[in-house]
């Protein structure tokens, strides 16, 4: 069992940066492999990064690329999402999720094992 809080996110303008944090219990937080998922209002839950169990890998969604940062800290059982150059359409819940499955870099949600209550992000327009 893993249980994740996430915290970090806040009102920034647009350009702006934040970054997020996803703490877990549990003494096998560094064989999971981490998703950051998000979810704006109206709108189906999206995949944002993840990555996996060592920090070796990294995957990310087209619309971050090159603006988010997916990295991990498995001494502190933490993971972390930088976010610059934030837009508008940032907008969102933004959610940690943990996955049995180590190696693997998921986009599915479905795939993931564990959730946690999610961190509002808002970017003004």
């Known amino acids: 069992q893993v249980q994740l809080v996430e915290s970090g996110g806040g009102l920034v303008q647009a350009g702006g940066s934040l970054r997020l944090s996803c703490a877990a219990s549990?003494?096998?937080?560094?064989?999971?492999?981490m998703g950051w998922f998000r979810q704006a209002p109206g709108k189906e839950r999206e995949f944002v990064a993840t990555i996996n169990w060592s920090g070796s890998s990294t995957n990310y969604a087209n619309s971050v690329e090159g603006r988010f940062t997916v990295s991990r800290d498995n001494a502190k059982n933490t993971v972390y999402l930088q976010m610059n150059s934030l837009k508008p359409e940032d907008t969102a819940v933004y959610y940690c999720a943990a996955g049995q499955n180590g190696g693997a870099l998921y986009q599915d949600s479905r795939r993931y094992d564990y959730w946690g209550q999610g961190t509002q992000v808002t970017v003004p327009s």
């Open positions: 549990g003494r096998t937080f560094g064989s999971y492999a």
